[in-house]
Structure formats: structure tokens, C-alpha cells
């Protein structure tokens, strides 16, 4: 199995509000780049920090790579617009950075990307493929596509409290600067990604095209921002059979929301719990609790985990937990976070405090 | 254990004579790009050749990926100046293609080649690293650093028959026009390959060199153009501990020059016979006839191959062979290749015939 991981930035992630509250914009430019060498390598090598919430959660790159210490499978990460340099090695499919979706264009090589992407999609001499996606602002751009689409426009957060309301006003106005209407798109979903979306849409929807025209099968990995891609794909006229393939937590805040989605899609769904209930951690607490919840094909990675070895999972997630320099685990105070976010943002010995998802 | 394969390219392969005869340079340009295809994904997906010499022997990539499919090792493949596109993904040292080295300037970017290089080697989270090659013309290149540094400079080629004279021809005329004497770059190894090197000995360098302070342990994967690296490492005065991991074909042509070589240089040297002999397959028997002989980090690869095992790394071999479209293997007239080269140029339906490793 393969494992592909498109990783880009979009400015749309820095508009206040949307992205982590109290991130440093600068330090989230570096979280697609440190998560991809997260699951290349283990840890962040060159990135300068190790993607968390402002809580403190750490990123989903964490618990994919936990996955692939166990049941071992190839990655390939390609270059979807990353702002910062990695020390991953990248597929390069002509893609840079998005622009603000306010802007009247936001991905002008779209369709540029999405043809490379497919080429390469095509090309992969695999018999499955898992996609998944590392964005911060994806959730917003992804629900910019669905409105330019006209699809059922509710998107999850990799915050407890989703900032569903706000993202609306942004997509809103995104449209109105690019001269569309709701649903203006429908049928030309590239042209709603040069509009209002973002690198990683096209490549994502390129390769897993590419894919499925070459006989791979493909599974799309992510919440709702592989919501987005599949109606993009569906949009474009592709029939074959595609699945997505998330985590409960993403499923759970859904609230069926996600199947009803996937029905209309025509793409079967798979939702994998990785069992974090079970244990008093402080990191798999604060999954519990509604943070991040997907990213970085977390919910892909989780569904190859075969019967029974879940504990063994999240034994070697603990293991990358301290790996991150990011303590022991031990929570107090029956689950709570054994450090405050006011704490972490003060305490200058802090290892990975800055960044976050940011969507 | 990681691989790590600096891949790149430098017009020296183009000089007639030095690069594989027939060779359209054309082709040869995607001798790298195909050979990280191959050890990433199996096989070439997006290059439009499968590297072969001029007489049909198969690229040593299909050994080393093998070795890959038996044992199991991480690759990252660094772009140390590739001409044409891969869809390997890569990491980028801000490498481009070498110059001929006849030229005055081989490697312009030689030094931040090195430091960026350096960077990502020191940055590693890996115990060991193999770090190997692929670059057309290196041996031709390699001698050119060697004289450049007063070392006795005797290189191997993956030709039967070293057209070492036309090599050290070449030489001098790039030592002239760069304005330099033989062994004026004595303890100044970067001015080296800046003057008459290629851009794969500088990344290779400074991944060992950032590595090695990093406390990795650094093996060298491959002949004499390692050799001619590790005389660079040491010039620039590292004293860590190194060693040279290469095939008995390299060892077997070179009759004990390359242990004294290493002696000299203080590396270890690990020599593996990949026990060709014991089969009559025409890729293997070309091997043994003395052709390709090293490259893209298969002795190296071959060193991680159990007590026992290697019978089944040549039955992968033999897959392999069979998956890049080259036929059964099977040898006529007692071990001669079934196809003589002159059949193979004519042969509008050969799937793989093109490029050469050319040097």
C-alpha cells in the first residue's frame, strides 16, 4: 500500500479567526513541511517546529506515522504548494503556494497542477492508493468548493469549537471577489478551485483521476476536505468507484452529516476508531475532546491497522509523543491537559508550542 | 536503515567516447530520473527509458531495488542536479546540472551545494545511512577530482573495456581550462569539484560530512567515484570513521587498488559477490562479463543482504528484469547474450534499449 501525501499552503490560512487562535502565522507556513517529515522520518528534522494546537495537541502526522512504524508502507509526499522549505523528498507537480480566496484568483496554475497530478496518478505502478492532504486553512477552502459548487456546504474544524460561521462569511466574500455566484461552478470544478480553492485540491484530485483511469483504486483520505475533493471529481464527470476514509472524530462531530455526504457523492465511507478512549494520555485526551480530529491521512492510515493492533498503535504513538520532546503523557486531573494553553504559550523551554493546523 | 541516492547529471557524459557508445545523450540525460523511478516504485513510471547499456545490461537500479524488495530499507533520493524529470520524489540542495567539466567552471554552486548537503545529513534521525549515486559520466569526473587532489587516479568504468586513457585526456584539458595543475586543489576539495567535478560529489559529501558530525554512521555505497568522494571528506579534514561498500566487480577489475585506495584514504572497505555466476541469466552474465559492474548504491545494498538470502535477491533480480520488459533472461550459446547489440539498436519494438549509465 501507498500512501500519498499532497502538502501545501494556502494565505487563506492566515485570515484571524480561522486559522489557531494565537499561532504565529510565519510558524504555520512551516506545518505541512515539518508533518511531511514527520512521516518521513519520525520527527521534524529541518522544519523548526512540531505542528500542535495551541493547546498543545499535537499533530495528526504523529499518529499516521505511528501507524506506519507498525504496519510499514510507502509514502510518497508531493510538493503541493509548500511555503516552506522540507527535508522530505517531494514530487514536484508545478505547484506554489495559494493566495487568500478573497483574492479574485486563488490557485491560477489549477489546471496545470491538476493535469501533472494525473500524469503522476497514472503513472504509480500500485494496485491501491491511500491520498491524503496536510493544509492549514484546508477546511475553509473546502468549503468555498463545495458553495462554488452548489454542494451541501458544511465542513469540520480542526477546532472543538468550529468557526463554521465565520468560515461562511470568508467563503462568501471569496466568491463575491471572483465574480461567482453560489454554485456559479457547477460542472467546471476547476475553475472553483482557481477561484476560491487551493493547491492541494487539484493535486489531490489529479492523482486520484489519474489513478482511477490507470485501474488503481483509490481512497481518499480526510474528512471533509475529501469531501470536497470527491465532489470536484464528481463534478468533472468521473465515475469509478471511490472511497473516503476518515476517523470518528471527524465522523462523530458529523453527526451522519458525513455518510449523507458520501451518498450523494457515490463513495463509500470508512471511519476507524483508533480507540484513544482507552487511555489517559494527554495527547489522546485532547483528540477525545474535538482537536484536530484528521489531517494527514490519519484516518487512511488508521483503517490499515489490522484487528487487534490498535494497542499497539497507540503504544508507539506514546513513544513518538515523547519522541516530539513533548513529555510523558501523564495527564492530571482525571484528563485535563496537565499544562494549561496559557502556560504553554509562556514557558520559553517549551519544545512544540507554535504552529498548528490552523483550519 | 536508510539509502540515501543522490541522483544528478553533468554534460561530461556527453563527451563521445566516455559514455556509453550508441547512446543517444538525448536518453542518457534520463538515466538518473529512471534510476530513482526504478528504486522507488519498481520500475520507470514517468521516464521514457529503462537505463540499459548499449549491449542490453540492465541498470544496476534493478539490483539495488531488489535488494530493496527483499530486505526492506528507506530510500531518500536527493536531487543532486537532474536534467530531466522524475517522479521520485526528491529532496532539493539547490543542485542543477554539472557543466562539462572541459568547461572553466564544472559546478559553479559547488559550496552551497555542500552546505545545504551538510544541513540535511546533520539533520537525519537514522543510526546508519548507505549513501550512493547515480550520475553519468561520474567515473569521468571522479578521476578529475582525484588528479585535482594528487590522489592516484584510477577509476573504474562500467564499460568491459575502461577507455581510461580518453578519460585522463579529458582530464587534463579540464585542469587547463580551468587553469589549474594536477593536484593544485590538495586540502581545498569544494574548489575541486568546483573547477572540474560534478554536482552528485558535493551532496554526497555533505550529507556524509553533516552526518558523521552528527554522530551517523556513514557508509559510502559504490567504486571508485566514492573513493574519489571519500578523498574529498578527508581533504577537507574530516577524521571520522568511513567506509567504502561496493560490488566484486569494482573490486575484481581494480586487483587490490581499491583496498589500497581505501588504506590510504582510512576506510573500511565491504566488497559483496552477488553470486551471479551461480545463474545462467544474460543480465547476470553480463554483470560478470564486466559491464555496469556499481552504481546507484548496489554494492552498498548488497551489503545489507542476510547470510542466505542473496539466491533470493537474484530471483527478484530476475522478476524485475522480467517487470522492465526485457525478456525471460534466458541465455543462449552457453551465457552470450541472446540479442546481439546491433539487433537491439534495429529493433523498433525493444522496450529498453535506450540510454546507458556512460561512464
Given amino acids: 500500500m501507498r500512501v500519498i501525501l499532497p502538502a501545501g499552503t494556502t494565505e487563506t490560512a492566515l485570515i484571524e479567526g480561522i486559522s489557531a487562535a494565537g499561532a504565529a502565522p510565519a ?3 512551516h506545518t505541512p513541511s515539518a508533518d511531511v517529515e514527520i512521516l518521513e522520518y519520525g520527527r521534524p528534522t529541518q522544519s523548526p517546529v512540531t505542528p500542535v494546537s495551541p493547546s498543545g495537541c499535537p499533530t495528526p502526522a504523529a499518529i499516521t506515522r505511528a501507524v506506519r512504524e507498525v504496519v510499514g508502507f510507502d509514502v510518497s509526499v508531493v510538493d503541493a504548494g509548500l511555503s516552506e522549505p522540507t527535508a522530505a523528498p517531494t514530487v514536484d507537480v508545478g505547484a506554489t503556494p495559494g493566495r487568500d480566496i478573497r483574492d ?19 503513472s504509480l505502478p500500485d494496485e491501491a492508493l491511500l491520498i491524503g492532504e496536510t493544509v492549514p486553512g ?7 468548493l463545495l458553495t462554488a459548487l452548489d454542494e451541501p456546504a458544511d465542513v469540520s474544524s480542526s477546532l472543538p469549537a468550529n468557526p463554521l460561521e465565520q468560515k461562511r462569511v470568508v467563503v462568501e466574500d471569496a466568491l463575491d471577489e471572483s465574480g461567482l455566484e453560489a454554485g456559479a461552478c457547477v460542472g467546471d ?26 485501474g488503481i483504486e483509490v481512497t481518499l483520505a480526510g474528512g471533509t476536505q475529501m469531501v470536497a475533493v470527491a465532489a470536484a471529481l464528481r463534478h468533472a464527470g468521473l465515475e469509478a468507484p471511490l472511497s473516503i476514509a476518515t476517523t470518528s472524530f471527524v465522523a462523530d462531530e458529523r453527526d451522519g452529516g458525513l455518510q449523507a455526504a458520501c451518498d450523494r457523492l457515490d463513495c463509500d ?20 475532546a474535538g482537536e484536530a480530529k484528521e489531517g494527514v491521512a490519519m484516518g487512511g492510515a488508521l483503517s490499515l491497522v489490522p ?16 519522541r516530539l520532546g513533548m513529555g510523558d503523557g501523564e495527564s492530571v486531573d482525571g484528563g485535563l491537559p ?16 507554535e504552529g498548528g493546523r490552523g483550519s
Fill in 307 to 322: 484487528d487487534g493492533e490498535m494497542a499497539t498503535v497507540r503504544d508507539q504513538f506514546e513513544t513518538i509523543y515523547a
Fill in 138 to 144: 484546508g477546511t475553509t477552502t473546502a468549503l468555498a
Fill in 27 to 29: 510558524l504555520m507556513a
Fill in 189 to 214: 470544478p476547476l475553475e472553483a478551485i482557481r477561484a476560491v480553492g487551493d493547491p492541494v485540491q487539484p493535486t489531490v484530485a489529479g492523482i486520484a483521476a489519474g489513478a482511477l483511469e490507470a
Fill in 338 to 353: 496537565d499544562r494549561s494553553p496559557a502556560d504553554d504559550a509562556g514557558d520559553p523551554d517549551a519544545p512544540a508550542t
Fill in 104 to 122: 479574485p484568483v486563488a490557485v491560477p496554475d489549477a489546471s496545470s497542477i491538476y493535469d501533472r497530478a494525473r500524469e503522476f496518478g497514472a
Fill in 269 to 288: 465511507l470508512v471511519v476507524t476508531d483508533p480507540g484513544f478512549d482507552a487511555r489517559d494520555h494527554v495527547a489522546m485526551n485532547r483528540y477525545c
